[in-house]
Antibody
């Protein structure tokens, strides 16, 4: 069965960077895009960007263009999202999600989420 | 970016009720609309894709309709496990956007 397992919670100081991992299993890793979406406490969802594991091409939301880097390791079926220059407003749960591409960008499986807390 | 709105923002309902949630896009998105359910502390769960297609494993009491800018999620007979927050999401443009959510709680 398809599973996306993310790395554990992080606490970071303002100005630092965080790198969240998302390990996929149960299907052919390189076949589907991944997206990263975050949800601030009590808030809605914010799309951060996407990566295609086969080749590693990326597309980032303009808001995060200069601070986010998405990579993948095909040998371990893992995608990564690194966010730099953290500020308090980056405190959120970060999710990875698989895109079936069945009709547009459709996120059918999600990781369990990784809470990133930015605090001095 | 395409802006998504939902109404109502919250509603109270009883088990067995029929519940309808609406979602509106700021421009036409054809049928590129998905619906998710989220429970506290959990990841979202895909319910409906392409505006009206039921995701595998989702009970048939959930249905979606609409195209262009106006969409609807209907829960035919609300069950105890359906109390949650529901979000729409446009899958038309690369910069994905979500509605603000509709919280369904127990009357």
């Amino acid at each position: 069965q398809v599973q996306l397992v993310q790395s554990g919670a992080e606490v970071k100081k303002p100005g630092a960077s965080v790198k969240v991992s998302c390990k996929a299993s149960g299907y052919t890793f390189t076949r589907y895009y991944f997206h990263w979406v975050r949800q601030a406490p009590g808030q809605g969802f914010e799309w951060m960007g996407m990566i295609y594991p086969s080749g590693g091409s990326t597309s980032y939301a303009q808001k995060f263009q200069d601070r986010v880097t998405m990579t993948r390791d095909t040998s371990t079926s893992t995608v990564y999202m690194e966010l730099s220059s953290l500020r308090s407003e980056d405190t959120a749960v970060y999710y990875c999600a698989r895109d079936t591409s069945i009709y547009g960008y459709t996120l059918d499986y999600w990781g369990q989420g990784t809470l990133v807390t930015v605090s001095s | 970016d395409i802006q998504m709105t939902q109404s109502p923002s919250s509603l109270s309902a009883s088990v067995g009720d029929r519940v309808t949630i609406t979602c509106r896009a700021s421009q036409s998105i054809s049928s590129y609309l998905n619906w998710f359910q989220q429970k506290p502390g959990r990841a979202p769960k895909l319910l409906i894709y392409a505006a009206s297609s039921l995701q595998s494993g989702v009970p048939s009491r959930f249905s979606g309709s609409g195209s262009g800018t106006d969409f609807t999620l209907t829960i035919r007979s609300l069950q105890p496990e359906d109390f949650a927050t529901y979000y729409c999401q446009q899958s038309y443009s690369t910069s994905l956007t979500f509605g603000p959510g509709t919280k369904v709680d127990i009357k």
